[in-house]
């Protein structure tokens, strides 16, 4: 079965300052990956995804994934973190030929010090 | 353009009880998925169902069950409701049910059991 490890449940940045959050997967067939973000009390929202085009993926907020087959990661990263960017960040992988079902990770709470 | 739309936004019951939720997906989008999000962990794949057809299924019981209308809106049903069934419940829609496809979450419907 396929899965999502996220490494870290909570990381910590100072304004400013890079995030990188940490995500691997499991599957013998590269699966399509996605990264959402949640905001309190919100539902989850669309940073960006690797549909096996680009192993670069630009995403929106200043976001970007790097997918690295040897490594069997899709690792998050932004060079400066902001204030807003304090959410918890979910890694998602779409099993090939499952229709849109989404395996996601545990999380990663992001917290942004002033 | 309007987003996933899901109601009611809590819901209180109790042991035993039944439940129905209910989501409107993106205009001209077929596809709508059910996930379960615990506290603190990441949202579980409960249902997909496409052109009104269960198209997915995930590790749940048979107290939960989902339909889809002509117009492509769809309820979650639980049955005979458990104090583990507390959760946040995540509707999502896409154009189809590719893989490859976005998913749109809502804003959850935040379901507690006493």
């Known amino acids: 079965a396929q899965s999502v490890t996220q490494l870290g449940s909570h990381v910590s940045v100072s304004e400013g300052a890079l995030v990188l959050l940490r995500c691997n997967y499991s599957?013998?067939?590269?699966?399509?990956l996605f990264w959402y973000v949640q905001y309190p009390n919100q539902g989850l929202q669309l940073l960006l995804k690797?549909?096996?085009?680009?192993?670069l993926v630009k995403g929106i907020n200043g976001f970007e994934a790097e997918f690295k087959k040897s490594e069997t990661s899709f690792h998050l990263t932004k060079p400066s973190a902001h204030m807003s960017d304090a959410a918890e960040y979910f890694c998602?992988?779409?099993?090939?030929?499952?229709?849109?079902?989404?395996?996601f990770g545990q999380g990663t709470e992001l917290s942004v010090k002033p | 353009d309007a987003g996933v739309t899901q109601s009611p936004t809590h819901l209180i019951k109790t042991r035993g009880q039944q439940v129905t939720l209910r989501c409107s997906p993106i205009?001209?989008?077929?596809?709508v998925s059910w996930y379960q999000q615990v506290l603190g962990q990441g949202p579980q794949f409960i249902f997909q169902?496409?052109?009104?057809?269960?198209?997915g299924r995930g590790n749940f019981p048979d107290r939960f069950s989902a339909r889809q209308f002509p117009n492509y809106s769809s309820e979650l049903n639980v049955n005979a409701l458990l104090l583990g069934d507390s959760a946040l419940y995540l509707c999502?829609?896409?154009?189809?049910?590719?893989?490859?496809?976005?998913?749109?979450f809502g804003p959850g419907t935040r379901l507690t059991v006493l």
């Open positions: 999502a829609s896409s154009l189809v049910e590719r893989s490859t496809d976005t998913q749109y």
């Open positions: 599957s013998s067939v590269p699966p399509y």
């Open positions: 690797y549909t096996s085009a680009a192993t």
């Open positions: 998602a992988v779409s099993p090939y030929n499952q229709g849109g079902k989404l395996i």
């Open positions: 205009s001209g989008h077929k596809s």
């Open positions: 169902y496409y052109e009104k057809e269960e198209r």
